[in-house]
């Protein structure tokens, strides 16, 4: 099982930048493929950017350029997943979850699917406003 943790959220100005961090811990954690994901109320929620094990990025249209996923911390007990997310916008307000799934023994993918991932964080508010 795996544990996620997510931080960094709060609110912002148009324009200005935040970097999300999520703390993962548990089992087998050097094997997951991760992700992140957002929902407004009263909207779905959708992937923004996710990553695999290789290191492969794969991107939203909607953040493309804004938005920089990464692992910033590697050790067989935790990693670290980040986001940072530049010249944000209203409509980027929503509710910010980190997913992960291992990629044993079946493979993963940096998907921006969220029924590909099986361990998700409580999430962080991210409010976009002047």
């Known amino acids: 099982q795996v544990q996620l943790v997510e931080s960094g959220g709060g609110s912002v100005q148009p324009g200005g930048s935040l970097r999300l961090s999520c703390a993962a811990s548990?089992?087998?954690?050097?094997?997951?493929?991760m992700g992140w994901f957002r929902q407004a109320p009263g909207k779905e929620r959708t992937g923004v950017a996710a990553?695999?094990?290789?290191?492969?990025?794969?991107?939203?249209d909607s953040v493309q350029g804004r938005f920089t996923i990464s692992i910033t911390s590697v050790d067989n007990a935790k990693r670290t997943l980040n986001l940072d997310i530049n010249n944000l916008d209203p409509e980027d307000t929503a509710m910010y979850y980190c997913?992960?799934?291992?990629?044993?023994?079946?493979?993963?993918?940096?998907?921006?699917?969220?029924?590909?991932?099986?361990?998700w964080g409580q999430g962080t508010q991210v409010t976009v406003s002047s």
């Open positions: 997913a992960a799934k291992t990629s044993w023994p079946w493979g993963c993918r940096a998907s921006l699917g969220a029924s590909d991932f099986d361990n």
């Open positions: 990553i695999d094990i290789g290191g492969r990025r794969n991107y939203a």
């Open positions: 548990g089992h087998g954690i050097s094997r997951l493929c």
